[in-house]
């Protein structure tokens, strides 16, 4: 079986077979890896790639042998669902303000303030008036890419909203069609600035258990720029205020070469020719916290499967105080490449992804760094074995941890190698 200790060098050789929904970088790294394509739709498989449709659909009517891998959890949505994401993140604060108090608690003030409409309507409608002159923003629970997102600062302007999307005040909905929920959050207004531009952090964070918790978080991602100088003037322009790709691109003056990227490496480099060293880890250790306590919201209630590990995007938004705030979190983050350096990027990322699920079982479990992934949590913190990290003079910290720092990843990959050829030889 594959993935198993001690295992013959016989089954290691064995081709491993894998379906895939996508046909963008994904299939290409799949296909890169030697493993056999399977396409028939009830062809056997050992690795299945597969859409949060699939999982919906298929997953709880499947029989799946010890050594088959998937691509999502199986309640993936209570993270990735914008609705039930800010529940149960408001769940866990209560419950540490329980446990530690409110000091303790307030580690988890780091996603904005949120309601679900229509259910919280008469709740939001309260802390509106309670500030008067904050912006708001409005977003479907179930969409993507920046779709049907608005801004707004008036409550008329929900009222517009509402008979179009045919709910009522008191929570019900009439007869024309379903009701769709959004959640309604406060609206960042103050972001950190980048040559008058707002933007945005993409981080990759890799999960292959929760119970017990085991988490990778990859060194590169990038920053998404504004294509257009921010303004709170205009609310109503979505070029200002989302930073989707999906959005962007299709501004005026886009240039889909130079695309409105920046790579998290040059980003932590503009960030501490800025604010220096000190500052630039606060941020960055805030965004570990981030990651770790986002997951533990959920650890309780996620179906442990064995057999699943997902691979999330988390979106982070620092504003002006270098404070970082959760925006969302994605369970099928965009794998399609808008220019070369983010198909180089999203390749890399994907077959990293693949060698830490150890399909040829190379691995011997104990690594803290697989290519571009550091081992930041395993039923635990996991600590840095070298202080000398790169990006920073002697950090006070020992985190094993790299976000934007220089990514090696090719040298690791060969040592690894290296060392797996000469414990076979011994």
């Not at 449709?53 to 959890?73: A, P, Q, S, T």
Request: hydrophobic residues 35%.
């Amino acid at each position: 079986m594959y993935g198993n200790k001690g295992r013959s060098n016989k089954n290691e050789n064995r081709v491993i077979r894998f379906k895939c929904t996508l046909q963008n970088t994904i299939a290409d790294v799949l296909r890169s890896r030697g493993w056999q394509e399977v396409k028939e739709e009830s062809g056997d498989w050992d690795f299945y790639w597969a859409d949060v449709g699939w999982m919906r659909e298929v997953f709880d009517h499947c029989y799946m042998e010890e050594h088959m891998r998937l691509n999502h959890f199986r309640n993936h949505y209570e993270l990735t669902r914008k609705n039930l994401m800010a529940k149960n993140l408001k769940r866990l604060r209560k419950q540490i303000e329980r446990d530690s108090g409110k000091i303790e608690a307030a580690k988890c003030d780091f996603f904005p303030t949120t309601f679900e409409l229509p259910a919280d309507y008469h709740i939001f409608v309260e802390e509106f008036k309670r500030s008067p002159n904050s912006t708001w923003i409005m977003k479907p629970i179930a969409k993507s890419q920046g779709k049907g997102i608005f801004l707004f600062r008036k409550l008329k302007d929900i009222m517009e909203w509402k008979k179009e999307d045919s709910w009522k005040v008191d929570g019900t909905k009439d007869d024309r069609e379903p009701v769709e929920n959004y959640v309604v959050q406060r609206y960042i207004d103050n972001p950190y600035l980048i040559g008058g531009r707002k933007f945005d952090i993409r981080c990759y964070v890799l999960v292959t258990s929760y119970i017990p918790l085991k988490v990778w978080l990859y060194r590169s991602g990038f920053g998404r720029m504004s294509n257009t100088r921010y303004s709170l003037d205009s609310i109503e322009d979505t070029f200002v205020h989302l930073t989707n790709v999906a959005i962007q691109k299709t501004a005026p003056d886009y240039d889909p070469e130079k695309g409105c990227k920046w790579s998290l490496i040059q980003l932590r480099t503009y960030l501490l020719a800025k604010h220096g060293p000190e500052a630039v880890e606060t941020l960055f250790r805030a965004m570990d916290d981030i990651f770790i306590k986002s997951l533990q919201s959920t650890q309780k209630i996620m179906i442990n499967d064995k057999h699943c590990f997902e691979v999330y995007g988390y979106d982070i938004l620092i504003d002006e105080t270098l404070k970082p705030w959760l925006l969302e979190i994605n369970a099928s983050p965009s794998l399609t490449a808008s220019n070369q350096q983010d198909y180089d990027l999203k390749f890399k990322l994907l077959h990293d992804v693949l060698t830490i699920i150890d399909m040829e079982g190379k691995l011997t479990g104990k690594e803290k760094r697989v290519g571009g992934f550091d081992l930041m949590w395993n039923d635990g913190p996991v600590h840095c074995d070298d202080l000398c990290m790169e990006g920073a003079p002697n950090p006070p910290y020992t985190t094993n941890t790299m976000l934007g720092c220089f990514n090696n990843r090719e040298e690791n990959l060969k040592k690894m190698m290296r060392n797996h050829g000469s414990n076979n030889k011994s």
